[in-house]
């Protein structure tokens, strides 16, 4: 059912990790998820990784942080999302609500461009 919704939260995670940085899984004000790609991409990493809470960032996350543009780091984090959405359905489905708001968020703004795909 979730088959590619990993390769779709993707590019929101690689978007938050550019912004944030090494604070992406902190807890903060978006936790309940902006209507920014960054702050869905932080959402769906926390859904995934679970909220940094103290904690070191895990490495897949890390590797992704210290290289946005690698592959292999996106591969990492996209593989361990997959397997997170395909084992818990309701994770999946709030990941799928995340990027659905944004989403909906940037056609009420009328930037239908943007809903072509990442960019």
Do not use: H, K, N
């Amino acid at each position: 059912m979730w088959e590619f919704l990993a390769e779709e939260a993707a590019p929101f995670m690689v978007a938050a990790a550019r912004r944030y940085g090494r604070a992406v899984l902190a807890a903060g004000e978006s936790d309940g998820a902006g209507d920014d790609r960054e702050s869905a991409g932080r959402r769906l990493l926390q859904l995934v990784f679970g909220p940094a809470r103290g904690r070191e960032v895990p490495p897949l996350v890390a590797g992704l942080i210290g290289d946005p543009d690698s592959q292999q780091a996106l591969a990492g984090v996209t593989a361990c999302a997959d397997e997170v959405f395909q084992a818990d359905p309701g994770t999946a489905a709030e990941a799928a609500a995340v990027m659905a708001g944004v989403y909906r968020a940037q056609a009420a703004a009328g930037r239908v461009q943007a809903l072509g795909g990442p960019g």
